[in-house]
Nanobody
Framework: QVQLVESGGGLVQAGGSLRLSCAASGRTLSRNIMGWFRQDPGKEREFVAA????????DYADSVKGRFTISRDNAKNTVYLQMNSLKPEDTAVYYC????????????????????WGQGTQVTVSS
């Protein structure tokens, strides 16, 4: 049973930074594509960023390019999302997700190919 636990969310002023972490347990996910998604109440969940198993390939939503950075530490079975220059529109619950796709057999991948999800962490950006 894979468990993903996010941490690092909180309240920050516009222009500030936060670093989210996602710790995986249950089995190693070091060969799997990992991603971050977010959802604001009343809106659909949207893709934020993804990273391949080596960390050498990343993919970002246009809305966060140049401001967010996804990374991973396979030794710690952990994925990170560094968020800089935060805007009020970044306010959402952020979810970590793990895909069934290993070794970049497909890249990039749709949201439907993420099988495991964390419980989410709230990020609130005040103006």
């Amino acid at each position: 049973q894979v468990q993903l636990v996010e941490s690092g969310g909180g309240l920050v002023q516009a222009g500030g930074s936060l670093r989210l972490s996602c710790a995986a347990s249950g089995r190693t996910l070091s060969r799997n594509i990992m991603g971050w998604f977010r959802q604001d109440p009343g809106k659909e969940r949207e893709f934020v960023a993804a990273i391949n198993w080596t960390g050498g390939r990343t993919d970002y939503a246009d809305s966060v390019k140049g401001r967010f950075t996804i990374s991973r530490d396979n030794a710690k079975n952990t994925v990170y999302l560094q968020m800089n220059s935060l805007k009020p529109e970044d306010t959402a619950v952020y979810y970590c997700a793990a895909s069934r796709v290993r070794y970049d057999s497909r890249w990039p991948i749709p949201a439907q190919e993420y099988d495991y999800w964390g419980q989410g962490t709230q990020v609130t950006v005040s103006s």
